[in-house]
Each structure stands twice: as structure tokens, then as C-alpha cells.
């Protein structure tokens, strides 16, 4: 009997990836829809008498932007690209250089998730692709975390992320 994976909407066996939540079954598609449903079901499903915003059809899409330490070559390029184009939530990969830019559906991706990918990519890289890669990855954060320090109209602003 097929069913609808409430994370991506597509069309899955029921029982695969399957888990219990508040007595109703959900089957996902992968491992990926099934944490991202777990971390945060309410995103997907609503609560009695209010529609989720998958429900009303939002996304939230999110824009990652990663420097490495020394250019992919274009054959690692391709395959780097290829490989994150598989991950369920990915819009579109841009790799320039020393530049990778992400832009993904939060709704259907995690940083996290995107991060065990980039790792499990840098290892068919090899030649310490995985290491490089985790720095880029480390980078976007700390770059994040700088900006949020930056001083603005002659005051210095603290802000929290989260």
C-alpha cells in the first residue's frame, strides 16, 4: 500500500522508514525524511486544529555559502556536485574556485545532514578531501558567528543565534 512521506511528498511503501507519533504511522522515503520528521514533527504534521507549514506548503530555504582551503579540480567538482544534488531538499550547488555556495530547503535538509554528506563525499575524493571539506564547513560557522559580533551605527551588538 503506497503513502506520502510528509517531509518531501513523495510516494512510499507503507512500513518503509517507518515510525509511530502520537499513535499515527508515518513511512518515509529515507533515513534523511525520516530524522528530519523526528527532529522536529510538528514542521510537518500541525497540531489539532492548525495546519503545519509543510501543510501550507512553505519552505525555508537556506543559503550556505563554503570557502575551502585550495580549489576541487573539475572532475571532484562534478562528482561533489552530483553527489549533494542527490540529498532530498537541495535546490542548487555552485562551485566557483574556492567557493561552494548550498541553497537548501531546511523544511527537507539539515546543516547536519549536509555536513555527514560532504564528509562521505571527501572520502571517495580522497587526498585529504574530508578534512578540507569539514573545514569549509567550520568556516561558514564561524563566519556566521563573527557577523552576528559586528559593530553597527557606532554600538557594538551581541547576538544569539537561535
Known amino acids: 500500500m503506497l503513502t506520502q512521506d510528509v517531509v518531501c511528498g513523495m510516494q512510499v511503501e507503507s512500513g518503509s522508514h517507518q515510525l509511530v507519533h502520537l499513535g499515527m504511522p508515518y513511512s518515509f522515503c529515507s533515513r534523511q525524511c525520516q ?27 537556506k543559503r550556505r555559502r563554503l570557502r575551502l582551503a585550495q580549489p576541487l579540480s573539475p572532475e571532484q567538482e562534478r562528482a561533489l556536485g552530483d553527489a549533494l544534488l542527490t540529498m532530498m531538499g537541495i535546490r542548487s550547488i555552485s562551485i566557483e574556485g574556492d567557493s561552494i555556495v548550498i541553497v537548501y530547503d531546511l ?26 571539506l569539514r573545514r569549509a564547513f567550520v568556516h561558514y560557522e564561524e563566519e556566521c558567528e563573527a557577523g552576528n559580533l559586528e559593530v553597527h551605527e557606532g554600538k557594538h551588538v551581541h547576538r544569539h543565534p537561535g
Open 35 to 61: 530524522e528530519r520528521f523526528l527532529a522536529n514533527p510538528h514542521l510537518y504534521v500541525g497540531m489539532p486544529g492548525q495546519k503545519a507549514p509543510k501543510q501550507e506548503g512553505l519552505s525555508a530555504i
Open 107 to 132: 523544511l527537507q535538509a539539515t546543516a547536519e545532514q549536509i555536513e555527514e554528506r560532504l564528509a562521505e563525499i571527501g572520502v571517495r575524493l580522497g587526498e585529504g578531501w574530508t578534512e578540507r
